[in-house]
């Protein structure tokens, strides 16, 4: 099964600043990488998809980067409305997620 | 637009089977590629996916699930069923029912990388609460 750590776990972030998460996968896992935006009490939402292609709805605040085990998603410009918990995921094998970087004001 | 929808009962008690239903629109299972499934998030905690069925009927499940979970096309086109056995607490929170999508992609370097798959649209999720 392929693991995925994230770090940090929670961070708080102020107005405008560039905020960075990491995803780290236990195998090679090439592009197949996701990331989604959990706000409380929501379903998720698919903020990027093949490691760095931004789905509609979403600003170009954010980026997505990386291949192979190694993968960030950055937010510039951090927001209010960007208060959320973040989730990656591969789909190289299977499914599956990293535990979430919640993500909130400071 | 695709929407989809949960439901179910709120309530289980431990032993018993669960069964939840998802209806969906805006596609058709029975189109080539297509999948649809269950993701779950106990309270507070991460995600995890608990099995897909896809266009061809098969089916995918996780490993330490399978031997509890079915997935099944319900009697409409766009009805999927969950159905667990022998709940336990331990499969408290909500259950949330997927699209998922796919396609082919370049990264960075010019390589072609095929067979890449996301899920790009969520129902709202159902709460299912296990307990005596």
């Known amino acids: 099964e392929i693991h995925l750590t994230q770090s940090p776990s929670s961070l708080s972030a102020s107005i405008g600043d560039t905020v960075t998460i990491s995803c780290r996968s236990s195998?090679?896992?090439?592009?197949?990488l996701n990331w989604y935006q959990q706000k409380s009490g929501q379903a998720p939402k698919l903020l990027i998809y093949?490691?760095?292609r931004l789905q509609t709805d979403f600003p170009s605040r954010f980026r997505g980067s990386g291949s192979g085990t190694d993968f960030v998603l950055i937010i510039d410009n951090f927001q209010p409305e960007d208060v959320a918990t973040y989730f990656c995921q591969q789909s190289f094998t299977f499914w599956t997620f990293g535990q979430g970087t919640k993500v909130d004001v400071k | 637009q695709i929407t989809l929808k949960e439901s179910g009962p709120a309530l289980v008690k431990p032993s018993e089977t669960l069964t939840l239903s998802c209806f969906f629109s805006g596609f058709s299972l029975n189109s080539d590629a297509a999948a649809v499934g269950w993701i779950r998030q106990p309270p507070g905690k991460a995600l995890e996916w608990v099995g897909f069925?896809?266009?061809?009927?098969?089916?995918r499940y996780l490993s330490s699930l399978k031997n509890r979970i079915t997935i099944t096309k319900g009697d409409s086109k766009n009805e999927i069923l969950l159905t667990m056995t022998d709940v336990d607490p331990a499969d408290t929170g909500t259950y949330f029912c997927?699209?998922?999508?796919?396609?082919?992609?370049?990264?960075?370097?010019?390589?072609?990388?095929?067979?890449?798959?996301?899920?790009?649209?969520w129902g709202q999720g159902t709460l299912v609460t296990v307990s005596s």
């Open positions: 195998q090679n896992i090439f592009i197949s």
């Open positions: 093949a490691a760095s």
């Open positions: 069925i896809f266009w061809d009927g098969n089916t």
């Open positions: 997927i699209h998922r999508q796919g396609g082919d992609f370049y990264d960075d370097r010019g390589n072609y990388h095929v067979g890449i798959y996301y899920f790009d649209f």
